[in-house]
Structures are given as C-alpha cells and as structure tokens.
C-alpha cells in the first residue's frame, strides 16, 4: 500500500527558524502555494491518483480557492495546523485553540468534516502523549503525525512503524506513520530525501515495503521560490537540493506506482489485525502491542485489493 500526502504550506514556512518565525510577518512575503498546488492538482489528474492534503489553515484562510480546488478534483483535505507550530512547543490549550480554528475554517470551505491531520514538522513525540487524545475530541480520526525515529524537530523513537490502532482516554485513533526504508531507515519517499536521491534508487526502495508513506510540499517542487535568508549551509542543502529537478521526479513516481489517499487506506487495511500503540501501566513510555502474526500479509492483501 502507497499513500501520497502532501503539506500544503508555503515556501516560508518552515520550522525554528527567527526571521520567517513570527505568524504577522507571513502576508508580507509572496505567496506562491496556490501556484505550487495547481501543478501538483494537474499532475495528479494526467496520472489519476489521489491524494491527501494536509492544509494550513492560514493558508485556507488566505488562498480559501486552493483548498476548493483540492475538494473539487476529488481529494481529501486534511488539516496541518493553523499556524504551522510545533505541538511539543504549544500547551494542550494552544493546541486545541489552532487545531479547531484550522477544522473550522477547512469545514466552512469544503462542507465536509476534516478527519485526518498531520503535525507541523512530525512534532508529537513521546512528551506530547496529551496531544492524540486532543486529537480525538476534535473529531480527527486518522493522524499521520509520526515519525518513527529521531528527527530534527519531532520524532518518536520506538513508535510503530506501519498503520495501527493508538489508544487514548477519549478513544482510538488510527494512525499512519511516515515510512522508513528498512534498507536504510530514511524517509525516501518525501522532503529532502526524494529530492536527493536518483529516481532509481527510491523506486527501488519503494518496492521493497509493504507500506510506503509519501509526503511532498509545493515548495519541493518550485525552483522559483525566494530562498529564505539566514539559513545555515545545512538548512539550505535541506532546504533547496534537487528542487530544480523535483517535478520531473515526482511525476516519475506517479507513472511508476499506483497511490491512494488516507481515507482509501483506512479502508483497504484489516483493523482487526493492526497493531496498537498506548503508554505503558504507570504512564512511563510507551509500548507497541503487535498485530497476530499474519498482520503484515493482511497488509499486503490490502495492498492489491
Ligand atoms: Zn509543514
């Protein structure tokens, strides 16, 4: 099973980073997400897929004809915060105030609940066990916000790695971590990564799993964005390599391999047999309950179902 998302947000925003920081600065900058989405909408109508889009919803509220058009051709939206912070930096309260103020405005632009989420930069991690349950009580039943090893501005170490069940107090809630290769424990089929390495090679390491999460940004994709000032040689190595080429690539990948959105997923996937992931008896960590045995051939059954 292959599952393409994207974060939809725009060349500016990205994380831990003072001059583009502040959410009052961001109308004066150019704007070029709703470029950016058009051609990612374009491409995936020539390959028929679909998609899940994570959106920002000040971008919403900004450019309210990106998320329609997204509605209009068919694929789900999805909701990435309100203002692109991170969860392990934000109190329970903030956290629920942006996330209902991105619900609402996502609903009020598509008249359909938002249903899956994805945090900014994959920041739940083991410190925010609070932040699923908050998930729950919004509504959102599916989260896509894990990471499941170390990562510069989240990660969750020891979390499962493959589609399963994560129990909170108001609930369960399904969740679809982003995909390692287990050849090299990279995320190859996103961000940095894709764009880094030759088309090739990923497509290689994609036939290899059984779960492949893919997640790209319009600015994956834009060699005509600014680039941000102030970053360092690293951020912008990670920032900007293989943009020029990153169109070309993706389309590659879309002629390569069939994808479907989350919502397709949910139903493709035998719950009964997903694993579950809850914090331990006396709430010091976390454990991962594994599915029975044949879990991971369900998988695969789904996965040419
Ligand atoms: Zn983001």
Redesign the pocket.
């Known amino acids: 099973m292959r599952v393409l998302s994207f ?1 939809i ?1 725009d060349w500016f ?3 831990e980073h003072e001059p583009t920081a502040d959410v009052r600065a961001w109308p004066r900058f150019e704007s070029r997400v709703r470029r950016g989405t058009e051609r990612i909408l374009e491409a995936l109508a020539r390959h028929d897929q679909r998609a899940t889009f ?1 959106c ?1 919803g000040w971008v919403a509220e900004r450019c309210p004809a990106v998320v329609r058009a997204i509605d209009d051709a068919g694929h789900e939206v999805g909701t ?2 309100y203002a ?1 912070e991170m969860v392990h930096q934000l109190t329970p309260a903030a956290f629920e105030a942006d996330l209902a103020r991105s619900i609402g405005i996502l609903c009020d632009l598509t008249g359909k609940p938002v249903t899956s989420y ?1 945090a ?2 994959f920041s739940i991690t083991s410190r925010t066990p609070w932040a699923f349950d908050s998930l729950v009580r919004a509504g959102i039943e599916t989260d896509a916000s894990l990471f499941p090893t170390w990562r510069m501005h989240g990660g969750f170490r020891g979390a499962m790695r493959r589609p399963g069940w994560i129990e909170t107090p108001s609930g369960r809630l399904r969740e679809f971590p982003m995909s390692l290769s287990s050849v090299a424990d990279l995320p190859v089929a996103g961000g940095g990564y894709f764009r880094l390495f030759p088309s090739r090679l990923i497509h290689t390491l994609m036939r290899r799993e059984p779960y492949v999460m893919t997640y790209f ?1 319009p600015r994956d994709f834009d060699a005509g964005q600014p680039t941000i000032p102030g970053l360092s040689p690293l951020r912008c190595l990670r920032s900007y390599v293989g943009v020029p080429g990153g169109f070309a690539k993706f389309e590659r990948m879309l002629r390569a391999f069939d994808f479907v959105d989350v919502r397709e997923a949910v139903r493709r996937i035998d719950w009964s047999r997903a694993p579950t992931m809850r914090r331990r008896a006396g709430r010091i960590g976390w454990e991962v309950i594994p599915a029975s045995p044949d879990a991971r051939r369900g998988l695969r059954l789904a996965a040419t179902g």
């Open positions: 974060d947000e925003h990205i994380l994570f920002l990435h915060s692109h994805r900014p930069g940004h």
